[in-house]
């Protein structure tokens, strides 16, 4: 990064995304500065260094920008360590209220722009930073610690789940302009990973293959997203077939709502409660499953027992019936008998004295 003795300068990659977040093309940034479009390509490349008079009024248009805060401009994750490396050594608190002061409110933005709601795009960032509170010592050394909170936001304010809340059922108020409520309107009909590659390209300003790699894509697949999304804005608003004029009207809309973070501590202190709620829960949990367990060892049986085979059916016995009235043939076979029974051998029978 190359310093002018006036005015710094940021670095190559932010350059490029201060111009693109304040609306400009190469060749609108070429005309104010007086250079050719060649050399703006160069310096945002890092290829050249600006130098002279020029160079001075290149920084100071960028520092002009900077200090606009576009509605879709977002820091880079070397701009958040440069700022974080400051002469003394941050806490966490300190570089997490850094970060959160750097990226909320332009998150809150393009959540809106994703979701159309207000309430859920503020609730995505503070849970997206919630995150990130709590793995701070993973985000803190990642490469892009904006990039990771970003994505976590989309994804989030892209859940499917919320339509089933009973918050957010019914719809809210549209933008008060016309046109606005058109551009948002034909966002929200776009299909969501549509729409994620859109505001990520068109309107953050990141790079085709910085695109793919944030929505878990190929390269040539985000590009297929995106034309197809530029189509599908176009047929609906042509005055937006132009990406420079679409990205103009998507920092528009996304600054028509004064759309409002909650304050650094009030998100690292909900962090802390949900933490300490789910950490609750899980040891309530465990001790209901150990106490289960135990009662289940307490009452079970100590020995097998066979079960009782079920009853069968027996085929082939005959009906039990009770015994009829004897026929004449069997009544004279009776009293026959009983005829005949003092007949025959003589019988031991006991003598009365």
């Known amino acids: 990064m190359t310093q002018s003795p006036a005015t710094p300068l940021p670095p190559p990659g932010e350059r490029r995304r201060l111009r693109a977040a304040g609306s400009l093309t190469e060749a609108q940034l070429a005309a104010r500065v007086g250079v050719t479009r060649k050399t703006v390509r160069a310096w945002e490349s890092g290829r050249t260094k600006p130098r002279g008079r020029k160079g001075e009024a290149y920084a100071k248009l960028l520092s002009t920008l900077a200090q606009e805060g576009p509605p879709l401009a977002e820091v880079t994750a070397p701009q958040f360590h440069e ?39 503020r609730e995505s960032v503070e849970r997206a930073f919630q995150l990130a509170w709590q793995r701070w010592p993973e985000v803190a050394v990642d490469r892009d610690p904006a990039g990771w909170v970003r994505a976590t936001a989309y994804e989030y304010a892209l859940s499917p789940w919320h339509r089933f809340r009973p918050r957010y059922r019914s719809p809210e108020a549209p933008p008060p302009d016309a046109s606005d409520r058109a551009l948002l309107a034909a966002l929200l009909r776009l299909p969501p990973p549509q729409r994620r590659t859109l505001v990520l390209y068109d309107g953050v300003g990141l790079d085709l293959p910085e695109t793919a790699a944030e929505t878990e894509a190929s390269t040539p697949a985000a590009a297929g997203r995106l034309m197809n999304a530029r189509e599908a804005i176009a ?11 679409l990205h103009r009207r998507l920092a528009e809309l996304a600054a028509t709502d004064r759309l409002r973070a909650a304050k650094p501590p009030t998100v690292r202190t909900g962090s802390e409660r949900r933490a300490r709620f789910w950490t609750r829960a899980a040891i309530a949990f465990t001790v209901a499953l150990i106490g289960t367990t135990a009662m289940t060892v307490r009452t079970a049986p100590t020995h097998y027992e066979p079960p009782i085979a079920p009853g069968a059916e027996i085929q082939g016995v005959p009906e039990r019936v009770a015994q009829g009235p004897l026929s004449e043939a069997e009544r004279q076979l009776r009293e026959k008998l009983r005829g005949e029974m003092t007949n025959g051998p003589e019988r031991v029978l006991p003598l009365s004295r």
């Open 83 to 121: 700022e974080a490396a400051a002469p003394a050594p941050l806490t966490p608190a300190q570089a997490f209220d850094a970060l959160y002061a750097f990226c909320a409110p332009t998150l809150v933005r393009q959540a809106y722009l994703l979701t159309g709601r207000r309430e859920l795009a």
């Open 235 to 245: 047929a609906q608003l042509p005055d937006l077939a132009d990406p420079t004029e």
